[in-house]
Protein backbone atom coordinates (compact mmCIF):
# COMPACT_ATOMS: atom_id res chain seq x y z
CA UNK A 1 0.00 0.00 0.00
CA UNK A 2 1.79 2.96 -1.35
CA UNK A 3 1.99 6.23 1.02
CA UNK A 4 0.75 9.17 -1.07
CA UNK A 5 -1.87 11.14 -0.46
CA UNK A 6 -4.86 10.67 -3.37
CA UNK A 7 -6.35 13.59 -4.79
CA UNK A 8 -9.77 12.52 -5.81
CA UNK A 9 -12.08 14.60 -7.43
CA UNK A 10 -15.30 15.58 -5.26
CA UNK A 11 -13.62 14.25 -1.65
CA UNK A 12 -12.76 16.47 1.09
CA UNK A 13 -11.20 16.35 4.65
CA UNK A 14 -13.35 16.66 7.46
CA UNK A 15 -13.62 19.97 8.21
CA UNK A 16 -11.37 21.58 11.12
CA UNK A 17 -11.76 17.92 12.44
CA UNK A 18 -7.97 17.99 14.14
CA UNK A 19 -5.52 15.03 15.37
CA UNK A 20 -6.54 11.75 17.13
CA UNK A 21 -4.03 11.27 20.33
CA UNK A 22 -2.80 7.76 20.58
CA UNK A 23 -1.70 7.30 24.07
CA UNK A 24 -0.07 3.93 25.12
CA UNK A 25 1.31 4.51 28.74
CA UNK A 26 3.92 6.89 28.60
CA UNK A 27 4.38 6.79 24.65
CA UNK A 28 1.85 9.37 22.75
CA UNK A 29 1.37 10.21 19.09
CA UNK A 30 -1.06 12.48 17.36
CA UNK A 31 -2.29 11.61 14.25
CA UNK A 32 -3.41 13.75 11.47
CA UNK A 33 -3.92 13.30 7.76
CA UNK A 34 -2.88 13.38 5.24
CA UNK A 35 0.57 11.79 6.23
CA UNK A 36 3.67 11.03 5.02
CA UNK A 37 4.77 8.47 7.02
CA UNK A 38 1.55 6.03 7.25
CA UNK A 39 0.11 4.18 4.78
CA UNK A 40 -3.51 5.51 3.74
CA UNK A 41 -6.57 3.10 4.71
CA UNK A 42 -9.44 3.27 1.69
CA UNK A 43 -12.70 1.95 2.04
CA UNK A 44 -16.89 2.44 2.45
CA UNK A 45 -18.68 3.85 5.16
CA UNK A 46 -22.44 4.95 6.13
CA UNK A 47 -22.40 8.51 6.58
CA UNK A 48 -25.80 10.95 6.53
CA UNK A 49 -27.69 7.53 5.79
CA UNK A 50 -25.53 6.84 2.65
CA UNK A 51 -23.00 4.96 1.83
CA UNK A 52 -19.64 7.06 1.24
CA UNK A 53 -16.02 6.68 -0.19
CA UNK A 54 -13.70 7.41 2.56
CA UNK A 55 -10.09 8.02 3.86
CA UNK A 56 -8.25 7.71 6.81
CA UNK A 57 -5.19 5.84 8.58
CA UNK A 58 -5.02 2.03 9.50
CA UNK A 59 -5.00 1.50 13.32
CA UNK A 60 -3.30 -1.71 13.71
CA UNK A 61 0.27 -1.01 12.32
CA UNK A 62 0.53 2.61 14.25
CA UNK A 63 -0.26 0.62 17.42
CA UNK A 64 2.25 -1.69 16.67
CA UNK A 65 4.71 0.31 15.94
CA UNK A 66 4.20 2.37 18.89
CA UNK A 67 4.52 -1.54 20.82
CA UNK A 68 1.15 -3.53 20.22
CA UNK A 69 -1.12 -4.56 22.30
CA UNK A 70 -1.79 -7.55 24.25
CA UNK A 71 -5.52 -9.89 24.01
CA UNK A 72 -6.04 -8.29 28.15
CA UNK A 73 -5.58 -4.59 26.55
CA UNK A 74 -8.21 -2.45 25.83
CA UNK A 75 -8.20 0.71 24.25
CA UNK A 76 -10.76 3.60 25.29
CA UNK A 77 -12.20 5.66 22.33
CA UNK A 78 -13.09 9.57 23.48
CA UNK A 79 -15.20 11.91 22.09
CA UNK A 80 -14.29 16.04 21.32
CA UNK A 81 -16.39 15.96 24.35
CA UNK A 82 -13.97 13.60 26.61
CA UNK A 83 -16.99 11.52 27.14
CA UNK A 84 -15.73 7.70 26.62
CA UNK A 85 -18.05 5.77 23.70
CA UNK A 86 -16.65 2.92 23.48
CA UNK A 87 -13.58 0.20 24.06
CA UNK A 88 -11.97 -1.65 21.63
CA UNK A 89 -10.04 -4.87 21.87
CA UNK A 90 -6.66 -6.48 20.08
CA UNK A 91 -9.65 -8.19 17.22
CA UNK A 92 -11.01 -4.86 16.75
CA UNK A 93 -7.73 -2.56 16.16
CA UNK A 94 -6.58 -5.01 13.74
CA UNK A 95 -9.52 -3.61 11.03
CA UNK A 96 -9.90 -0.40 12.61
CA UNK A 97 -9.63 3.02 10.70
CA UNK A 98 -9.41 6.40 11.40
CA UNK A 99 -11.91 8.37 9.03
CA UNK A 100 -10.24 11.72 8.19
CA UNK A 101 -11.65 12.35 4.64
CA UNK A 102 -15.51 11.26 3.19
CA UNK A 103 -16.60 11.85 -0.20
CA UNK A 104 -18.20 15.33 -0.29
CA UNK A 105 -18.30 16.06 3.32
CA UNK A 106 -16.41 18.77 4.68
CA UNK A 107 -18.31 20.37 7.84
CA UNK A 108 -17.26 16.93 10.96
CA UNK A 109 -16.37 17.76 14.21
CA UNK A 110 -13.74 15.08 14.64
CA UNK A 111 -11.85 11.98 12.74
CA UNK A 112 -14.02 9.06 13.00
CA UNK A 113 -13.59 5.49 14.08
CA UNK A 114 -14.44 2.74 11.41
CA UNK A 115 -15.51 -0.82 12.36
CA UNK A 116 -16.22 -3.62 9.27
CA UNK A 117 -19.00 -4.80 11.29
CA UNK A 118 -20.41 -1.74 12.72
CA UNK A 119 -23.26 -0.01 10.74
CA UNK A 120 -22.34 3.72 12.00
CA UNK A 121 -19.21 5.38 12.64
CA UNK A 122 -18.30 8.05 16.19
CA UNK A 123 -16.51 10.78 16.50
CA UNK A 124 -12.64 10.70 18.16
CA UNK A 125 -10.55 12.68 19.80
CA UNK A 126 -8.25 10.73 22.12
CA UNK A 127 -7.21 6.66 22.08
CA UNK A 128 -6.26 5.77 25.31
CA UNK A 129 -4.81 2.33 26.30
CA UNK A 130 -6.04 1.03 29.53
CA UNK A 131 -6.83 4.14 30.84
CA UNK A 132 -8.06 4.37 34.40
CA UNK A 133 -9.66 7.87 34.76
CA UNK A 134 -6.31 9.87 34.49
CA UNK A 135 -7.22 13.53 32.72
CA UNK A 136 -7.17 13.77 29.10
CA UNK A 137 -3.82 16.18 27.64
CA UNK A 138 -5.00 18.63 24.95
CA UNK A 139 -3.95 17.53 21.39
CA UNK A 140 -3.82 19.82 18.00
CA UNK A 141 -3.40 23.13 19.44
CA UNK A 142 -0.29 23.82 17.53
CA UNK A 143 0.54 28.08 17.64
CA UNK A 144 1.99 28.70 13.76
CA UNK A 145 4.66 30.00 15.28
CA UNK A 146 5.53 27.27 17.70
CA UNK A 147 8.65 25.78 15.54
CA UNK A 148 12.09 24.34 16.16
CA UNK A 149 15.02 24.67 13.91
CA UNK A 150 17.80 21.80 14.14
CA UNK A 151 21.20 22.76 12.67
CA UNK A 152 23.68 20.00 12.27
CA UNK A 153 27.20 19.84 10.10
CA UNK A 154 24.86 17.49 7.85
CA UNK A 155 22.32 20.00 7.53
CA UNK A 156 19.70 22.16 8.69
CA UNK A 157 15.61 21.76 9.05
CA UNK A 158 12.76 23.67 11.06
CA UNK A 159 9.92 21.90 12.31
CA UNK A 160 6.80 23.26 13.45
CA UNK A 161 4.93 22.10 16.60
CA UNK A 162 2.47 19.97 14.70
CA UNK A 163 4.90 18.37 12.61
CA UNK A 164 7.33 17.10 15.88
CA UNK A 165 3.90 16.22 17.56
CA UNK A 166 3.07 13.85 14.75
CA UNK A 167 6.47 12.41 13.26
CA UNK A 168 7.88 11.91 16.83
CA UNK A 169 6.89 9.76 19.39
CA UNK A 170 6.18 12.14 22.69
CA UNK A 171 7.06 10.11 26.24
CA UNK A 172 5.24 11.80 29.54
CA UNK A 173 7.04 11.54 32.70
CA UNK A 174 7.46 13.21 35.94
CA UNK A 175 10.16 15.56 36.43
CA UNK A 176 11.15 18.10 39.04
CA UNK A 177 13.16 20.98 38.95
CA UNK A 178 14.60 23.23 41.50
CA UNK A 179 14.42 26.99 41.89
CA UNK A 180 17.75 29.04 43.26
CA UNK A 181 15.37 29.16 46.57
CA UNK A 182 15.14 25.57 47.34
CA UNK A 183 11.68 25.52 46.02
CA UNK A 184 10.58 22.53 43.93
CA UNK A 185 7.99 22.21 41.44
CA UNK A 186 6.72 18.50 40.32
CA UNK A 187 5.38 18.39 37.00
CA UNK A 188 4.15 15.61 34.36
CA UNK A 189 6.30 16.52 31.20
CA UNK A 190 5.29 15.68 27.78
CA UNK A 191 8.07 15.73 25.31
CA UNK A 192 10.70 14.41 22.46
CA UNK A 193 13.88 12.70 23.28
CA UNK A 194 16.96 14.83 22.87
CA UNK A 195 18.44 11.73 21.21
CA UNK A 196 15.27 10.79 19.02
CA UNK A 197 15.42 14.50 17.73
CA UNK A 198 19.65 14.94 17.61
CA UNK A 199 20.92 11.40 16.17
CA UNK A 200 23.66 10.01 17.22
CA UNK A 201 26.64 12.05 18.55
CA UNK A 202 30.13 11.35 20.81
CA UNK A 203 29.41 12.04 24.12
CA UNK A 204 32.02 15.34 23.82
CA UNK A 205 29.98 16.62 21.28
CA UNK A 206 28.64 20.25 21.83
CA UNK A 207 24.52 21.07 21.92
CA UNK A 208 24.07 24.63 21.86
CA UNK A 209 20.18 25.70 22.69
CA UNK A 210 19.12 29.04 21.15
CA UNK A 211 15.96 30.93 22.91
CA UNK A 212 13.21 32.86 21.21
CA UNK A 213 14.52 35.95 22.91
CA UNK A 214 18.48 34.96 21.43
CA UNK A 215 19.46 33.59 25.18
CA UNK A 216 21.68 30.65 24.75
CA UNK A 217 22.50 27.62 26.83
CA UNK A 218 25.14 24.93 26.11
CA UNK A 219 25.25 21.19 26.95
CA UNK A 220 27.78 18.19 26.46
CA UNK A 221 25.80 15.53 24.26
CA UNK A 222 26.94 13.17 26.85
CA UNK A 223 25.46 14.72 29.57
CA UNK A 224 21.75 14.65 27.95
CA UNK A 225 21.81 10.67 28.79
CA UNK A 226 22.32 9.03 32.14
CA UNK A 227 20.46 6.83 34.05
CA UNK A 228 18.28 8.85 35.98
CA UNK A 229 16.33 9.86 33.27
CA UNK A 230 15.79 11.41 29.94
CA UNK A 231 16.34 14.93 28.85
CA UNK A 232 13.27 15.87 26.68
CA UNK A 233 12.55 18.76 24.54
CA UNK A 234 8.85 19.33 26.41
CA UNK A 235 5.68 20.84 24.75
CA UNK A 236 3.20 20.24 27.17
CA UNK A 237 3.56 20.53 31.23
CA UNK A 238 0.95 18.11 32.82
CA UNK A 239 -1.25 17.92 29.63
CA UNK A 240 -0.96 21.11 28.83
CA UNK A 241 0.70 22.99 25.80
CA UNK A 242 3.79 25.50 26.88
CA UNK A 243 2.25 28.91 26.20
CA UNK A 244 4.54 31.64 24.47
CA UNK A 245 5.31 32.93 27.45
CA UNK A 246 7.61 31.60 28.65
CA UNK A 247 7.61 29.41 25.54
CA UNK A 248 6.11 26.19 23.35
CA UNK A 249 9.47 24.22 24.03
CA UNK A 250 11.36 23.65 26.90
CA UNK A 251 13.98 21.22 27.94
CA UNK A 252 13.52 19.32 31.08
CA UNK A 253 14.69 16.08 32.44
CA UNK A 254 11.64 13.60 33.08
CA UNK A 255 11.29 9.68 34.30
CA UNK A 256 9.86 7.14 35.85
CA UNK A 257 11.59 7.84 38.86
CA UNK A 258 11.08 11.81 39.03
CA UNK A 259 14.56 12.95 38.50
CA UNK A 260 15.23 16.10 39.89
CA UNK A 261 17.26 19.01 37.91
CA UNK A 262 17.92 22.69 38.73
CA UNK A 263 15.79 25.25 37.30
CA UNK A 264 18.98 26.56 35.56
CA UNK A 265 19.91 23.81 33.48
CA UNK A 266 16.18 24.21 31.96
CA UNK A 267 16.51 25.95 28.82
CA UNK A 268 13.23 27.66 28.36
CA UNK A 269 11.69 28.96 25.13
CA UNK A 270 13.91 27.36 22.76
CA UNK A 271 13.61 27.82 19.24
CA UNK A 272 17.19 25.92 17.54
CA UNK A 273 19.12 23.49 18.51
CA UNK A 274 22.95 23.42 16.91
CA UNK A 275 25.04 20.17 17.46
CA UNK A 276 28.72 21.51 17.51
CA UNK A 277 32.13 19.68 18.04
CA UNK A 278 33.40 16.31 16.63
CA UNK A 279 31.11 14.98 14.23
CA UNK A 280 31.43 11.81 12.30
CA UNK A 281 29.67 11.23 8.87
CA UNK A 282 28.60 7.57 7.44
CA UNK A 283 26.58 6.46 4.82
CA UNK A 284 24.88 3.14 3.62
CA UNK A 285 25.21 2.33 -0.12
CA UNK A 286 23.14 0.08 -1.81
CA UNK A 287 23.27 -1.49 -5.35
CA UNK A 288 20.87 -3.47 -7.25
CA UNK A 289 19.05 -2.48 -10.56
CA UNK A 290 20.23 1.58 -9.42
CA UNK A 291 22.10 2.40 -7.11
CA UNK A 292 20.77 4.31 -3.69
CA UNK A 293 22.81 5.94 -0.85
CA UNK A 294 21.51 7.11 2.55
CA UNK A 295 23.28 9.61 4.86
CA UNK A 296 24.13 9.16 8.62
CA UNK A 297 20.96 12.05 8.40
CA UNK A 298 19.15 10.19 6.80
CA UNK A 299 19.26 6.48 8.73
CA UNK A 300 19.22 8.42 11.99
CA UNK A 301 16.08 10.37 11.26
CA UNK A 302 14.60 7.38 9.88
CA UNK A 303 14.61 5.42 12.98
CA UNK A 304 13.56 7.96 15.03
CA UNK A 305 10.14 7.60 13.80
CA UNK A 306 8.44 4.45 14.57
CA UNK A 307 6.88 4.09 11.25
CA UNK A 308 9.95 3.00 10.22
CA UNK A 309 12.12 1.72 13.60
CA UNK A 310 11.62 -2.17 14.52
CA UNK A 311 12.93 -3.44 17.41
CA UNK A 312 14.41 -7.58 17.62
CA UNK A 313 15.99 -9.58 20.81
CA UNK A 314 19.08 -10.72 19.61
CA UNK A 315 21.57 -13.24 21.56
CA UNK A 316 24.79 -13.26 21.02
CA UNK A 317 28.09 -14.86 23.57
CA UNK A 318 25.18 -15.58 25.65
CA UNK A 319 23.78 -12.09 26.32
CA UNK A 320 20.53 -10.85 25.13
CA UNK A 321 19.70 -7.48 24.23
CA UNK A 322 17.14 -5.15 22.81
CA UNK A 323 17.77 -3.97 18.63
CA UNK A 324 16.18 -1.12 17.15
CA UNK A 325 16.89 -0.52 12.96
CA UNK A 326 15.70 -0.33 9.69
CA UNK A 327 14.08 -3.66 7.84
CA UNK A 328 16.14 -5.13 5.37
CA UNK A 329 13.96 -5.72 2.99
CA UNK A 330 11.83 -2.56 3.06
CA UNK A 331 15.56 -1.34 2.03
CA UNK A 332 16.30 -3.26 -0.70
CA UNK A 333 13.14 -1.94 -2.18
CA UNK A 334 15.03 0.97 -3.46
CA UNK A 335 17.99 -0.97 -5.35
CA UNK A 336 15.72 -4.18 -6.50
CA UNK A 337 13.78 -2.66 -9.77
CA UNK A 338 13.09 1.21 -10.80
CA UNK A 339 10.27 1.62 -8.92
CA UNK A 340 11.49 3.40 -5.44
CA UNK A 341 9.58 5.00 -2.97
CA UNK A 342 8.71 8.27 -3.59
CA UNK A 343 10.18 11.41 -1.16
CA UNK A 344 12.82 13.08 0.70
CA UNK A 345 15.20 10.41 3.54
CA UNK A 346 13.76 6.90 3.76
CA UNK A 347 9.90 5.89 3.46
CA UNK A 348 8.85 2.75 3.13
CA UNK A 349 6.23 1.34 0.57
CA UNK A 350 5.29 -2.33 0.37
CA UNK A 351 4.45 -1.83 -3.07
CA UNK A 352 8.21 -0.50 -4.38
CA UNK A 353 9.01 -4.08 -2.93
CA UNK A 354 9.32 -6.42 -6.20
CA UNK A 355 7.87 -9.07 -4.53
CA UNK A 356 8.07 -11.79 -7.32
CA UNK A 357 11.58 -11.28 -7.56
CA UNK A 358 11.91 -11.62 -4.86
CA UNK A 359 10.06 -14.99 -4.20
CA UNK A 360 12.50 -16.34 -7.75
CA UNK A 361 15.19 -15.80 -5.60
CA UNK A 362 18.76 -13.30 -5.86
CA UNK A 363 21.35 -13.10 -3.07
CA UNK A 364 21.64 -10.01 -0.80
CA UNK A 365 25.11 -9.63 0.42
CA UNK A 366 25.99 -7.61 3.47
CA UNK A 367 29.62 -5.78 3.66
CA UNK A 368 31.57 -4.18 6.80
CA UNK A 369 34.15 -2.10 6.69
CA UNK A 370 36.51 -4.35 7.65
CA UNK A 371 35.91 -6.34 4.69
CA UNK A 372 33.68 -9.48 6.33
CA UNK A 373 30.27 -10.24 4.63
CA UNK A 374 27.38 -12.42 5.10
CA UNK A 375 25.18 -13.52 2.12
CA UNK A 376 21.75 -14.44 2.61
CA UNK A 377 18.85 -15.65 -0.16
CA UNK A 378 16.12 -13.17 -0.49
CA UNK A 379 13.39 -15.33 0.15
CA UNK A 380 14.08 -15.21 4.07
CA UNK A 381 14.06 -11.29 3.76
CA UNK A 382 10.62 -10.59 1.64
CA UNK A 383 8.34 -9.46 4.22
CA UNK A 384 10.38 -9.91 6.87
CA UNK A 385 10.48 -7.15 9.79
CA UNK A 386 13.18 -9.14 11.90
CA UNK A 387 16.36 -8.70 9.80
CA UNK A 388 17.51 -5.42 10.55
CA UNK A 389 20.31 -2.78 10.23
CA UNK A 390 20.37 -1.93 14.03
CA UNK A 391 21.58 1.72 15.00
CA UNK A 392 20.39 1.23 18.69
CA UNK A 393 20.92 -1.62 21.41
CA UNK A 394 18.92 -1.00 24.53
CA UNK A 395 17.91 2.29 23.46
CA UNK A 396 21.31 4.26 23.01
CA UNK A 397 23.05 4.53 19.90
CA UNK A 398 25.77 1.68 19.31
CA UNK A 399 29.22 2.54 19.55
CA UNK A 400 31.87 1.45 17.36
CA UNK A 401 33.05 -1.25 19.93
CA UNK A 402 29.53 -2.91 19.34
CA UNK A 403 29.42 -2.86 15.41
CA UNK A 404 28.03 0.55 15.09
CA UNK A 405 26.99 2.48 13.66
CA UNK A 406 24.85 0.06 11.95
CA UNK A 407 25.11 -3.43 12.59
CA UNK A 408 23.34 -6.42 10.66
CA UNK A 409 21.13 -8.19 13.23
CA UNK A 410 18.48 -10.43 13.57
CA UNK A 411 15.72 -12.05 16.03
CA UNK A 412 15.91 -14.38 17.92
CA UNK A 413 12.69 -15.86 16.90
CA UNK A 414 13.30 -15.32 12.99
CA UNK A 415 14.06 -18.37 10.93
CA UNK A 416 17.65 -17.64 9.45
CA UNK A 417 19.94 -19.64 7.36
CA UNK A 418 22.37 -21.62 9.11
CA UNK A 419 25.72 -19.99 9.97
CA UNK A 420 24.50 -16.74 9.37
CA UNK A 421 27.05 -14.18 11.15
CA UNK A 422 26.29 -10.49 12.53
CA UNK A 423 27.72 -7.96 10.03
CA UNK A 424 29.34 -4.81 12.11
CA UNK A 425 30.18 -1.77 10.46
CA UNK A 426 27.69 -2.58 7.75
CA UNK A 427 28.41 0.22 5.30
CA UNK A 428 27.38 -1.63 1.39
CA UNK A 429 24.42 -4.20 1.10
CA UNK A 430 24.22 -5.43 -2.65
CA UNK A 431 21.92 -7.38 -5.08
CA UNK A 432 22.98 -10.24 -6.79
CA UNK A 433 21.77 -13.08 -9.15
CA UNK A 434 21.97 -17.06 -7.78
CA UNK A 435 24.89 -18.73 -8.88
Known sequence: MRRAWLLVVGWAALGMAGPVLLQMGPKSLALDFPSSVWPIWQGSLVFGGEERRAQGLPLAPIVQALGGMSEADVFFVFAPTGEVLARLGWEEVASAALVFSVEGESAVEAPLVWLPDQPSTFPVRWLVLNWQGERLPEVGVWPERASLTLATPAGERTFSLAELETTFVALTYP?????SSGERVTS??????????LGNWPADAEI???AADGYRMRYRYGSLQDGEGLWLL?????????PFNPGHFRLVKAGPGNPVFPSAASARMVARLEVRGPY???SLRLVGAREQVFSRWDLEVGIACPCHARAVISTHKGESHVYVGLPLWR?????DDDVVPQGSGIKFDDGAFHWELAQSGYIVEIRGADGFSQVIPSAYLAGEDRFILALKVDGRFLSEEEGGPLLFVWDDGVSAPPGLKRVKWVTEILIRPKG
Do not use: M, S
Open 175 to 179: GTYTR
Open 234 to 242: AFKQDGKYL
Open 188 to 197: FWTGIPLWDL
Open 280 to 282: QPY
Open 208 to 210: EVV
Open 331 to 335: LLAYV
